[in-house]
């Protein structure tokens, strides 16, 4: 449609069409009323398939051994040992290419091929030692030498001790290194819609004190980076008169519909300089049988302390503005537009937009994570059957990250940064069996969250969600090679929780997280299955 446009269908003018990830190449033009033959090029470029298709390989070659070692008075010393070699190669066709100009249907992005291959070569030995009655040690260490990443140890000292008849002790101490993958090395530019809840920092509605706001003593350098990514000084930046503030220019400046737009456009792409990550963890937990001379209830508490540094991950565009934008005091103090994130960030050089975000896999720095998981189990002979309860429940109590190497770190627990981190969670399954029929209640709670903004904007007004409970109730009947099941989910037709709301402010960002909350209301279910 572009080229049909142009003077004499594009005829006799090479044409590159360098939007957000498209770049087509038709020397000859279209014109279509002529009798002409198209360029290669220009076929090359109409020519799509709407199927992605991917092609995995491995070759494996592995080598194990096992067995016992020597007595101690406690019991046999076991040990494993083995080695390996893995080979995985990948490659991408995308069905919509960045070099199709043809319309894209809605919801599907361009992206390119890409390929690559890496191997590693392990070698690894476990022990289990019996230390006296009761108390174990599991002993491990495995070498693993990469081709993109170098040699990397990995490790680990763990315990499990039977204290009392009722009562043992888990626990140890690991480390684990994860060499990048594939994708995280390797793949084509693709585009993704993110989260960004801080908004734009050019625009006077952003939730950023950094930004473009009245409060900022350092406003005007704002806005000259602003305009020296836009790449002028007469885009819409400079120009609007449509701001909800009553300013024009600059002072006004926000996106005209809606004013606050808190989702961006990132380019994910693969970093073959990317490192290694590695993560240490403390772990310590207890198993507690027939607590109390309650028969036939298990529980079981496991204390968890998780740090990873040189975390693996896209650099997202909130972390990419903040650090151009020298959000603290130090990433960009001259707010220099050459600043390595600067050069990340891509706007409209009309409207004054933001356009894009180059997000490379990188090394962001630390994220650590502290909580208690907690499962109970019990069950008791009601009437003719069996009623039982299980229960899973998980307590957040630290959960903090880097945006990037040079940000801080930020305390995402309770709110629904990261996809959500609730403080307290929890399953819980009602169950009756008797004989062939069985029926069970499940229940599902959350706890109330805040915003993702919130986590790095404390005084934010956009707000998150209260505490959501959804019941699932199910049975089912054997009889011979034939079963029944039926069930109603969402028991009680609970409405979605609304999420990022901004009373007052903004309503066009009101949305839900279809992962936690139920979308699609009550509805029923039967089904049969037969064996033969």
Known sequence: QFLINQNNFGQGSGFVNSGRSYSVSCPSGLPIFEDFVP?????????????????????IAEFNIQGGLFDL???????????SYRENGYAFFPGNPANSVVENPIGTFSSNGSSGVIDVTEFYAEALVPVIDGLNLELGYRYSDFSTAGGQDTYKAMFTWQAMDNISF?????????APNIAELFSAPSLEV??????????VTTLAAWGNVPGNPDRAQVQQ????????????FDTQTYSITGFDGAD????QNPPFFPLEIEIIQGNPNVAPEQGETYTIGAIITDPFGIENLTITADYYDIEITDTISPISSSAVYNTCFNSNGSSNPSYDVNNASCQLITRNPSTGDRAQVAALYSNLGVLATQGVDVTANWSTDIGPGTFGINSTLNFLDTFEYQQSPESPLVDAAGT??????FDFRS??????????????LTWRHLSDIDSAASSTVPTTTIQGASSYDMFNLNGGYNWGNYSIRVGIDNLFDEDPETINNNPGIDSNSNSTSPGYYDVLGTRYYIGLKASF
Do not use: K
């Open 39 to 59: 360029d290669p090029e220009c076929v090359d470029g109409f020519d799509t398939r709407q199927v992605d298709r991917s092609r995995l390989t491995q070759e």
């Open 73 to 83: 008075p406690a019991g046999e010393v076991r040990f494993a040992a083995g080695a």
């Open 194 to 203: 993110v989260g960004f809840p801080l908004n734009d920092l050019c625009a």
């Open 427 to 440: 399953f819980t399954t009602f169950s009756y069996r008797w004989n062939d029929f069985s029926v069970g």
């Open 170 to 178: 888990r626990g140890g101490y690991q480390v684990a290194t994860r």
């Open 225 to 236: 980076l602003c305009r020296d990514i836009i790449g002028n000084d007469t885009s819409g």
């Open 416 to 421: 629904l940064d990261q996809g959500g981190l």
């Open 252 to 255: 006004g400046f926000h996106r």
